[in-house]
């Protein structure tokens, strides 16, 4: 079973160009999730699909952010006229809907570093 | 709202020492518990977790015991190793309500160990 593959690992784009990020979770993981972590922090939670559908969305999650989830499978995550704030890691996780409860375990990906200047 | 507590690093250890990062948590209802650890550079590996009360998650010679009556998840180790070396990760996940599709994390611990 491959991981949680995410990609580009790292990007540094200019303040105000768009970025997008792509994750592949594990395969027939129907739940996907996208976190950030800022330096010294723990990850927090920004949008999470089951399946192709986005069921949950943090206050983080900003209108110039959008994640996708159009077949069910990959994800991506674009930033657009990004800020100097944006400049996080962004992770993904997956996990199965069919491992019931709340002790079934999300895995994570090794993230991908975005830095604004 | 829910969150979750850990003691402030970073921890310096030497080798064999013995190892405890404290965690605690606020949740309503009864969530699920967990310990990631991050090693440089990477992401996110799942330690341990604890599902219900009075549960010990154990791995790699790291225990950690879910106290409801405490509200706490404190991580041991007998004797750690260089290898040990990360940012610890204590999160909660919950069965129902807001929030229940998704981890809750505290701040994180640096473990140092020198040899």
């Known amino acids: 079973d491959t991981g949680v593959s995410q990609n580009p690992r790292h990007k540094i784009t200019k303040r105000g160009q768009n970025v997008t990020f792509r994750c592949d979770p594990i395969s027939e993981h129907n739940r996907l999730y996208w976190y950030r972590q800022t330096l010294g922090q723990g990850p927090e939670f920004l949008t999470y699909f089951q399946n192709e559908a986005q069921l949950e969305k943090s206050r983080l999650l900003s209108d110039r952010f959008s994640a996708e989830r159009p077949k069910g499978s990959f994800s991506t995550l674009e930033i657009q006229r990004t800020e100097q704030g944006d400049s996080a890691m962004y992770l993904c996780?997956?996990?199965?809907?069919?491992?019931?409860?709340?002790?079934?375990?999300?895995?994570f990906g090794e993230g991908s570093w975005l830095t604004v200047v | 709202g829910d969150s979750v507590t850990q003691m402030e690093g970073p921890v310096t250890l030497s080798e064999e020492a013995f190892l405890t990062i404290n965690c605690t948590y606020t949740?309503?209802?009864?969530?699920?518990l967990f310990w990631y650890v991050q090693y440089p550079g990477e992401g996110l590996q799942l330690l341990l977790k604890a599902t219900k009360a009075d549960d010990k998650g154990s791995n790699k010679g790291f225990e950690a015991t879910y106290r409801k009556e405490t509200t706490s998840f404190h991580l041991e180790k007998g004797s750690v190793q260089v290898s040990d070396s990360a940012v610890y990760f204590c999160a909660l996940r919950k069965w129902y309500g807001t929030g229940a599709n998704n981890l809750f994390f505290g701040t994180g611990t640096r473990l140092t160990v020198i040899p």
């Open positions: 949740a309503t209802g009864y969530p699920s």
């Open positions: 996780a997956s996990s199965s809907f069919r491992a019931q409860g709340a002790g079934n375990t999300i895995y």
